[in-house]
């Protein structure tokens, strides 16, 4: 029966530690999912100035900003990165864990498009 139970807590536990889907992780600037279908997802960011995006993760990715903006970028295990981001910017990002904080003075705005794994016939 203890086994049993530490089983459980430890599955809980591993859960917490992993990030989770943007939508529910970082619902604060994850705004709305545009598309989605066995391809990709789209969905709208915004970020307010002293917004924190929290942990959580993506597939490969990119985004494309509709405003500039400055974020502090951490990727699980490195140190924050300032990306100074311009209006019109396209980036491609590999699968990653991280979290965001707006640093900048204004609300950065984006679409960013998760690729979703290719299924062979």
Known sequence: ???ISLLGLFLTLSANVR???PMTAASNVYKKVILENDKVRVMQVELDPGDVAPWH???????????????EITDK???PVV???K???ALFLNATTHMAKNIGETTLKMVV???KAT???
Not at 59 to 70: E, I, Q, S
């Open 57 to 71: 993760s993506h597939p490969d990715h990119f985004a494309y900003a509709l405003t500039d903006g400055k974020l």
């Open 113 to 115: 498009t998760e690729l």
């Open 1 to 3: 029966m203890i086994s």
């Open 87 to 89: 209006a019109g910017e």
């Open 77 to 79: 295990g490195k140190s």
């Open 83 to 85: 990306a100074e981001i």
């Open 119 to 121: 299924k062979k016939n």
């Open 19 to 21: 990030a989770q889907d």
